[in-house]
């Protein structure tokens, strides 16, 4: 929750090490990166707990104009540790989803129209122009590294997190703080998309966890195809 | 409620298209565009090697992928990378692999070790490569992955014909030399075919590289135990802090 993270365990990055990684970063090829076209902050909170919650910065690229897929980092530095995923989809395509598969979505439109999601240096009639359709949509986020916790690596299972759906929700130290980094204010952004609809179907009501919590169990499994592993490998 | 190793719920065929949707917009392609100028970008731009190899599933070892990760190095010992089905500009987003070196390995719990996986076969056997690299200037890196374990989690899971991300993330194991960690001949020789490489030929230029002497008997659960791993997403009491939802 504070500005300050740990640092990750291990020794600084060899000279060598860099040098080759500086040379490896001019010789290949990086397509599927350069679709990552902006940069958006948000807050999640775990499927679980939303006690717990985490200021995600996302880098989203469009498959096409109904499909993102962002990376999430806890903060948009050089050193910013890759803690999820989450992929946006429109209202129709989210209709297709089979039920269960609703219930791991969360809705954007509050967060949108709350002035808490945001694109940091872009100007505001710019970002509008985005996040009106932003506010339709649906995203689906998985954390994998529990930084919230003080976790220096990314221990235990995968996350299910979920998005504000109210005022109330956000603690106000986490929003004063980006506000206060970033040089902006969610309330006159509210304000100023004030004119944004939602969901032209309203926000489904299995979205959001199906107004229930979610969390992730590991189960072990018998190795497939049984018959071709032998149970003690000698 | 959504399983790793279950089958999803049915959706409407659409066109075929993974994933569904209308084409980009030309005022949504200048909007990107304006972004994409004005931000940095930096955690995107850190992103310093591609790297193709092959993934299994944990649940189902007959299912076998080719992967493209995109990684960034925190520091020597830690690298974090964006996992893509192709290295095209069209790839999909199909999970994210953490990388550690041994030592860091070494302190992990080893409930939490049984989720790693070892990379000393997939770098040996050539099976690992940095397309358009000189294995030369690789080799260093190589040594040193060699000796590294991966966490790989899978949130698309393509090959199944899943045609946007669905269900929990599936718990990925990294190719072996024995059984069901031996990756199929044919994508191994569609993959080479691509890049103009031999994945043989590159083992044998590894052969001097050095692998753990002795692997965690945590790590790569399956060898020892005979056993993967599927996740569960399930419904639960959430702790609230009103109001919710």
Not at chain 1, 152 to 163: A, D, E, F, N, R
Request: with cysteine; glycine share 8%; charged share 25%.
């Amino acid at each position: 929750m504070e500005g300050t993270h740990p640092e990750i365990p291990g020794h600084p990055t060899h000279t060598s090490t860099a040098l080759l990684e500086k040379a490896t970063a001019t010789i290949q090829g990086f397509a599927p990166i350069n679709q990552i076209h902006n940069h958006l902050c948000a807050f999640h909170f775990y499927a679980h707990d939303m006690t717990r919650q985490v200021e995600a910065h996302h880098f989203c690229a469009h498959q096409n104009e109904e499909f993102r897929q962002c990376l999430i980092y806890d903060r948009p530095d050089d050193d910013g540790r890759l803690i999820g995923l989450e992929y946006i989809v429109s209202e129709t395509l989210f209709l297709t989803l089979p039920d269960e598969e609703k219930k791991l979505w969360h809705s954007h439109e509050f967060e949108v129209k709350s002035g808490v999601l945001f694109m940091p240096g872009v100007a505001g009639p710019i970002q509008r122009q985005d996040l009106e359709k932003v506010c339709k949509t649906y995203g689906k986020v998985i954390h994998f590294w529990q930084v919230d916790k003080g976790d220096t690596l990314p221990l235990g299972l995968p996350q299910v997190m979920m998005s504000l759906t109210r005022d109330g929700q956000l603690y106000d130290n986490l929003a004063h703080d980006v506000e206060s980094r970033y040089n902006v204010s969610f309330a006159k952004e509210r304000e100023n998309r004030a004119y944004m609809k939602g969901p032209d179907n309203g926000i489904h009501p299995m979205a959001n966890g199906g107004g229930q919590g979610l969390k992730t169990v590991l189960r072990e499994v018998d190795c497939k195809p049984v018959e071709s592993v032998p149970r003690i490998f000698v | 409620m959504a399983s790793s190793d279950e089958t999803p719920g049915a959706m409407p065929p659409g066109d075929g298209s993974v994933p569904p949707g209308k084409p980009m917009t030309v005022g949504q392609y200048l909007v990107d565009k304006g972004a994409q100028i004005t931000q940095s970008l930096k955690p995107i731009k850190k992103m310093s090697m591609h790297a193709c190899s092959f993934a299994i599933y944990s649940h189902d070892m007959s299912r076998q992928i080719q992967t493209h990760h995109y990684i960034s190095r925190l520091n020597q010992d830690f690298l974090q990378s964006a996992v893509y089905d192709s290295d095209e500009s069209t790839a999909r987003l199909i999970g994210v692999e953490y990388i550690v070196s041994e030592q860091i390995f070494n302190t992990l719990p080893p409930e939490e070790q049984r989720l790693w996986h070892s990379h000393g076969y997939e770098i040996t056997s050539g099976m690992w490569v940095n397309p358009g690299v000189p294995e030369m200037i690789q080799k260093p890196e190589l040594r040193e992955l060699a000796r590294s374990f991966g966490k790989f989690w899978c949130t698309w899971q393509i090959d199944r014909g899943d045609r946007v991300p669905l269900g929990a993330p599936a718990l990925m194991v990294s190719p072996q030399g024995v059984n069901k960690g031996m990756v199929k001949a044919e994508l191994i020789e569609k993959r080479d075919k691509k890049y103009e490489i031999s994945s043989d030929e590159l083992g044998r230029k590894r052969e001097d590289i050095a692998v753990c002497e002795m692997i965690n008997p945590h790590a790569d659960y399956w060898m020892n135990a005979g056993k993967g791993f599927a996740i569960d997403v399930e419904p639960t009491q959430m702790e609230s802090k009103p109001p919710f939802p």
